[in-house]
């Protein structure tokens, strides 16, 4: 089993829907977890770290649920310069260990 | 403006050859990464350093080499033996504690002529 997996998709979703994404990771011992946004062929961009008690930001809304060990990103009224990889990242149980999640394609369509 | 600086943006490379890749930080970050994406991949961990002159093997370090003699700096070498260089490389540093974020340079595509 991968330490973390994220839904495969591509998405493509209409201009003002909702997505969801998930992710899960198998270490029960981490920490802290992000989520990154990457367009093509650019580096990782910090989308927002996900809180125990969930935090939004905006249209973005991150949970966090360590009993079952995933994460979630909830986007809300989706336009279409949210298109992007969606990376989920978490860090391990020993110094800076960020582990990669193989991402999630989001397409929004006009 | 506060950053890391990764050169060049595209880097071809001759077999049998050594290459080198750039990766500057002002952001006064301890730790540093090296990172590799393959299309449609998520990113794999070659080298990490914490701390200057200390380094450590990520998950493909084999073909790689690096070095960390100023706190700021962090170059990759690609080795000739790495027999498929060809891939998108990212340099990232962050500060170590807990919750620190990961913050990446603007990546060097290498290809292999």
């Given at each position: 089993r991968k330490e973390v997996e994220q839904d495969p998709g591509p998405f493509n979703v209409p201009e003002g829907a909702t997505v969801a994404f998930n992710c899960t990771y198998s270490?029960?011992?981490?920490?802290s977890f992000f989520w990154y946004r990457q367009d093509c062929r650019k580096e990782p961009k910090l989308l927002m770290s996900v809180y125990s008690s969930g935090n939004e930001d905006g249209r973005f809304t991150a949970q966090l649920n360590r009993a079952s060990q995933y994460i979630s990103l909830l986007i809300r009224d989706s336009k279409l310069s949210d298109s992007a990889t969606y990376l989920c990242v978490v860090i391990g149980?020993?110094?800076?260990?960020f582990v990669f999640g193989p991402g999630t394609r989001l397409s929004v369509l006009p | 403006d506060g950053g890391i600086t990764q050169s060049p943006k595209y880097l071809f490379r001759k077999e049998g050859q050594n290459v080198t890749l750039s990766c500057e930080q002002n952001l006064n970050h301890d730790a540093m990464y090296w990172y590799r994406q393959d299309p449609g991949q998520g990113l794999r961990l070659i080298y990490y350093s914490q701390i200057v002159n200390d380094f450590q093997k990520g998950d493909i370090a084999e073909g790689y080499s690096v070095s960390r003699e100023k706190k700021e700096s962090f170059p990759l070498t690609v080795t000739s033996a790495q027999k498929n260089p060809t891939a998108f490389y990212l340099c990232a540093s962050s500060d170590v504690g807990a919750n620190e974020k990961l913050f990446f340079g603007s990546g060097t595509q290498l290809s292999v002529l």
């Open positions: 270490n029960s011992a981490s920490q149980d020993y110094g800076q260990n | -």
